[in-house]
Nanobody
Framework: QVQLVESGGGLAQAGGSLVLSCAAA????????MAWFRQAPGKGREFVAV????????DYRDSVKGRFIISRDNARNRAYLQMNSLTPEDTGTYFC?????????????????WGQGTQVIVSS
């Protein structure tokens, strides 16, 4: 069974930074696109960022462009989300997701595998 485990969440002040990590197991990690989603309290889950299987292509939602960086280390089966200049609007539970559909355009949905999430709280 595919396993995705997020870590690195916590409490941060506005303007601060956090780095989230997603450890993958029981999956051909170098053959997956990886993404981060988030869900704010009382709201639906939304796309944050995606990186392709080789790490050569990325996409971000507009509100995090220039502040967040998605990356991956295929040798360690890990994906990361560097979050800078955090605002209270970034508060939520962050989920990593994996997709074996790596041959089409870089996607913002349709991911087959999900982690349990890690909570991020940004105080003003």
């Amino acid at each position: 069974q595919v396993q995705l485990v997020e870590s690195g969440g916590g409490l941060a002040q506005a303007g601060g930074s956090l780095v989230l990590s997603c450890a993958a197991a029981r999956i051909s990690f170098s053959k997956t696109n990886m993404a981060w989603f988030r869900q704010a309290p009382g709201k639906g889950r939304e796309f944050v960022a995606v990186i392709n299987y080789s790490g050569t292509n990325t996409d971000y939602r507009d509100s995090v462009k220039g502040r967040f960086i998605i990356s991956r280390d295929n040798a360690r089966n890990r994906a990361y989300l560097q979050m800078n200049s955090l605002t209270p609007e970034d508060t939520g539970t962050y989920f990593c997701a994996a997709s074996l559909n790596i041959w089409g355009p870089l996607q913002r949905g349709g991911f087959e595998y999900w982690g349990q999430g890690t909570q991020v709280i940004v105080s003003s």
